[in-house]
């Protein structure tokens, strides 16, 4: 298969049946792609970097990580999800026409296909030319006797004295086996020191072992020589059981549903029951089972009967089960020709050389752009308002922060400093759970009101407001993001976000803090949207305004760039749009259910994804609006979720200056001629653009570096 082509629908024919018989209903199921299997695609997208040459080869060992993790996590929850959803028998189908039943069997194709396409990259394409710069992967049948006695060694010293082996009889069943762990189903043969008959054990490698053990210089040929834990584990399983004969030693991996299950309605503390349900994450229901190429099918089936899943759900691996470990060996080689150039962020010209950040806010809005620019300065004013007499008040939403955090650190400074401070900490924050239940409880310690956002829906907006008194009024100074308060992904993802004192957007934050720690009727906004009460709303009132002056002759547009597109209704507004002459480009990097370039329904929009060193995660819509332009950053996704079952705020870019730079960094960069990018195909399918000349093509995220640069 071409890597820069990728079918997400067999039939070649698509396009050609849709002239044939052009629907005249938008509500048709061939104008929608399935959300999973457009999931899907997203991640082929993210495997094809790790065939492209241009990309240094650890970063694309890194990319071919990323895509088994994406894959993990759509078994975890999408899966998980649709299997929930048969189970409790709502097979209604889809905007796309999909049964639940009908789509399973088209994830299985599309997600073996990927699978197998991984394992490919790995061993055809990364793992010979890493061996040619000197890193190897060894499997057994490659060690010298000198590797094998030092590797021996460390079996006996490391990982014996961890390893609990269990032999599976009537007095020691099958146990529960954690989620995604790796393990080993041993066939036995003799009797052991009891006089038990040998049959089966089973051998649980402990999450605190490496998954990949570095081989010392003085053993190797090379710098940097790797064993995967599993080739170690296989190839002494007989000192695990001595005086027995391994017959077969096989490893397996179980993926887990992940999602939590707690009804808000019916529990009186939300963060007591979520802590209960984290216990149990690990050990619910099974949703896929992954066992090597090897493995004998009498094997298979025993392990899926164990799991209660059908062969289906099994996926046979061309190498280790854990393949997503892989990037463990990153930090251990020390090759930066093979990885990106040193990445350095810069400080916005606003506040070059600038310390009192309230004054820089109140001379004009300023724009950070993560992660091109530094995450410091908002880091830089929390601590200014912890330690300054005149901030009376801090507000902050958190969705993920991570464990140590400084926003965290800082909210604790300033509540011991006397400031009232208040933390709406989203408890629900998927995979995040268990850090944000701890933060809270910090929190808490330290006197700060914490608020575990709406019973039903999900924090998911990026705020932050300070309240000072200067020369006797209150002023309140307002960030808002399209992404989280995160230092880390500051550095990884795209996102844009806000500092200003307008006195409107701050009544709007404040009222929004208002809506969500406490009771009362929707409170109207003056400049922002919110979900989920006027945001989808509106975004559907825009864009019917844009189609009525496309008719009426006047200047109409839109541009937006968000991580997914799902939600019908503006689906079929956006097709109405094209209808009526609207240009439409849309930047969606993952999943996308409208189809553009359809004749009659969507031609004049265009879709593009990115794929590239950052995870593009801002959410930028521009509406032409006959010549007097509206511009929005949001921390909302155009899907269901986002507009009807979160907490989200939409926020207008109203100072030129900032306007000017969010129209090029999050729209124009992405369509300059000869720019690099994903383009969406009318039959749901994506190819590189500029594959004549890949040479001349520039990455949108390096047009945009170059020119913060400057």
Known sequence: MDSNVIPIQPDETFVSALEKDPPSDLRDPRLYVNRELSLLQFQRRVLAMTRDERIPLLERLRFLSISRVLLDEFFEVRVASLKQRIQHGAASPGPDGLTPLNLLALIRESSLELSEEQYRCYQEDLKPQLAREGIRFLESSSWTERQRRWLHRYFRRELMPILSPLGLDPAHPFPRILTKSLNFLVELRGRDAFGREGSMALVRAPRSLPRLIRIPVSYTKGPYDFVFLSSVLQAFMDELFPGMEIVGSHQFRVTRDSELLVDEEEIEDLARALQRELMERGYAEGVRLEVRESCPATVEKYLAARFDLAADDVYRCDGPVNLYRITEVIDQIDRPDLGYPTFRQRLPRALAGKTHLFGEIRRHDILLHHPYESFSPLIDLMRQAARDPKVLAIKQTLYRTGIDSQVVHLLVEAARAGKDVTAVVELRARFDEDVNINLATRLQEAGVQVVYGIVGHKAHAKMLMIVRRERGRIRRYVHLGTGNYHSGTAKLYTDFGLLTCDDAIGQDVQNLFQQMSGLGKVIELKECLNSPFTLHKQLLAKIEREAAHAEAGKPAGIDAKMNSLTEPKIIRALYKASRAGVPIRLVVRGMCCLRPGIPGVSESIR????????????????????????????????????????????????????????????????????????????????????????????????????????
């Open 607 to 710: 879709v593009r994804s990115v794929v590239g060193r950052f995870l593009e995660h801002s959410r930028v819509f521009r509406f032409e609006n006959d010549g007097e332009p509206e511009l929005w950053c949001s921390s909302a996704d155009w899907m269901e979720r986002n507009l009807f079952q979160r907490v989200e705020v939409a926020f207008p870019i109203l100072e030129a200056a900032v306007r000017k730079r969010v129209e090029f960094e999050a729209i124009e960069a992405f369509w300059k001629e000869r720019t690099e990018a994903w383009e969406m195909r009318a039959d749901g399918g994506y190819e590189l653009t500029e594959q004549e000349a890949p040479e001349k093509a520039q990455h949108p995220q390096a047009i945009i570096y170059r020119r913060l640069g400057k």
